[in-house]
């Protein structure tokens, strides 16, 4: 039986949430918050409201398995049911990574998918929660879009909901909610057939079975089941070379970022005598990646930009690519080789959003973020996995370490040493201040030499989309010193505490005896001069960052 629920009026004037507005991914906040009554089902009704579209077709649900997601699923679910969704296809134990949900609404041509997930940020009853809502290109919903669902979550005084009966998540197969079919499928096998149609199974097959060894972290969170399938069962490599597989509600307490701090234990390994030849690590809704090889680190940067140059050499990407693109704050190692091959290259802001319409027109094969995020043309998102089994790809076709890949490009096309240091939880008011400081030195900044280097433009980055026109302003400071280095400030749009200030520091070193530098040596004097530049400590007390990545 499909009943109206009608939520009081009194209720919405008294509390119209007014926080509902997506930032860089989505919707993140405490679970408490989202615990709150109606407050996900006055989310996901101003979603109805605001796509008509999802009437009559399918919705794609899944989520990264922290706490919450089963009660948020049936939710979702049963007012699927409600708005008038044909078909809901949602993923067995609520388990769907991002890059998966995104290749299954094209797969099934469905009009959007909810994910349920806060990617890396903590999860259990004190962590967070988070909703993304992606439409039928599989991409995240645009600013224009979210921006009028959360106009909307401030107006409606009523929801609709099923009160038919809860679906079994844990079991495959089809059952119906009112008018709606609900199918829990396996949330794996589509994207698995998807990796076999780009990558050369049998190649890797090969390189294991000779020995080639991976280490592959799941940090208890989404990925796990993806990489037990595809790594262990169809690629052969010893169950062992899996760590983490498990998710878990509070992914085991951890912190399921792939970097350098929260995956430092695969940095120590990768620096013995029997490390394997690729280590990676995955985050929490599996659209990131961390790579190294025995002996070397790979930087995101690097990754998208030696991907670029490889890729050609995988079958889903013989015939070369079109271009590329990197968020604002990722360095400028991929625009080299874009150069070389005489492909664009476009800049867009940070969050996988704005790369859509560029994969859509085909005018990108591959893009990525200094954030640990790769991805290309086969899905509207980001992909963790996706990443790791074209290294692995180029390493077998290859033949050759990823330590002395990394050597060979870098002699090639040059190197960009690059951090980022993150101040978390700072008072709103103080991470203003900092961005205020910078922007009031903009006028006087170009022709001046820091450090050794000339700035050669000083600005707030603005984008305008080539696609749909649309613009997307206040998105970073930048201080630029030509091709050589560049300094870039902003606010983080994914915390749920405060304000997080991102810098980011790039150099570009190309002579043979500036190669082999370590990152910190390489980018302190860099270090230095953003200290001057952005007095970070006198105006917000800190005395360093919190995390250097
Ligand atoms: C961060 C990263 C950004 C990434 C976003 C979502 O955003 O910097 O590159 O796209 O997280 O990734 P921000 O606004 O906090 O800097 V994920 O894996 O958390 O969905
Ligand atoms: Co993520």
New binding site residues.
């Given amino acids: 039986a499909c009943k109206p629920h009608t939520m009081p009026l009194r209720e919405i004037s008294t509390k119209p949430y007014p926080d509902q507005k997506f ?4 919707l993140r906040k405490k679970v408490a918050v989202f615990q709150q009554p109606h407050y996900l089902e006055n989310l996901l009704q101003s979603i109805f409201d605001c796509v008509p579209e999802l009437k009559g077709k399918t919705l794609v649900i899944g989520g990264d398995g922290r706490y919450h997601n089963r009660a948020a699923i049936q939710t979702a679910i049963a007012m699927a049911a409600a708005n008038g969704v044909a078909k809901v296809l949602v993923g067995q134990g609520g388990i769907v990574s ?1 890059p998966a949900v995104s290749h299954l609404i094209r797969l099934h041509a469905a009009a959007g998918g909810l994910v349920f ?1 806060a ?3 903590p999860a259990g009853p004190d962590g967070d929660f988070g909703v993304k809502f992606n439409i039928a290109n599989g991409g995240q919903a645009g600013e224009t879009s979210t921006d009028r669902i959360f106009a909307r979550t401030r107006e409606i005084a009523s929801y609709r909901i099923s009160e038919g009966p809860k679906i079994d998540l844990d079991r495959r197969g089809l059952s119906r909610l009112d008018q709606t079919e609900v199918e829990v499928i396996d949330g794996v096998a589509d994207y698995a057939a998807l990796m076999q149609k780009l990558f050369d199974f049998e190649l890797m097959r090969a390189w294991i079975k000779r020995g080639g060894r991976v280490c592959f972290d799941s940090m208890h969170a989404v990925t796990g089941p993806y990489a037990q399938r595809i790594l262990v069962e169809q690629l052969g490599a010893p169950a062992h070379s899996l760590l983490n597989s498990q998710p878990l509600e509070d992914f085991g307490g951890g912190h399921p970022d792939p970097n350098l701090i929260y995956a430092k234990h695969l940095l120590d390994l990768s620096n013995t005598a029997t490390s394997p030849a690729l280590l990676a690590a995955s ?3 599996g ?2 990646n961390m790579i190294l090889g025995a002996g070397v680190f790979i930087s995101p940067g690097d990754s998208l930009a030696m991907l670029a140059a490889h890729l050609h050499k995988l079958p889903g990407y013989k015939n070369g690519i079109a271009g590329i693109a990197r ?1 604002m704050p990722t360095c400028r190692a991929a625009d080299v080789v874009a150069a070389h091959l005489g492909v664009p290259c476009y800049e867009t802001p ?3 959003k704005f790369f859509c319409n560029l994969l859509d027109a085909d005018r990108i094969t591959l893009c990525g ?3 640990f ?1 790769t991805g290309s043309i086969h899905v509207r998102e ?1 992909d963790g996995l996706w990443a790791v089994l074209a290294w692995l790809n180029i390493l077998a076709v290859t033949g050759q370490p990823l330590r002395e890949l990394a050597s060979a490009h870098w002699r090639q096309h040059g190197r960009h040493y690059y951090q980022r240091h993150d101040y978390d939880e700072l008072p709103t008011d103080k991470a203003a201040s900092v961005l205020e400081g910078l922007k009031a030195q903009f006028a006087a900044l170009p022709g001046t030499t820091l450090g050794g280097w000339t700035v050669t433009a000083a600005d707030e980055f603005a984008y305008d989309d080539p696609i749909d026109g649309s613009r997307a302003t206040a998105q970073g400071l930048r201080v630029v010193f030509g091709d050589a280095a560049r300094l870039i400030v ?1 606010l ?4 749920t505490k405060g304000a ?1 200030l ?1 810098l980011y520091f790039e150099r570009y070193e190309q002579s043979a005896d500036k190669l082999d530098m370590s990152t910190r040596e390489a980018l302190n004097p860099l270090v230095t001069l953003a200290d001057k530049l952005l007095r970070v400590t006198e105006l917000t007390g800190r005395k360093a960052p919190d995390v250097v990545t």
């Fill in positions: 930032g860089t991914a989505g991002t997930s990617s890396h940020n985050d929490g809704d659209d990131r968020s940070t969050g996988w973020e200094e954030s995020g980001k902003r983080s749009g994914t915390g997080t991102r």
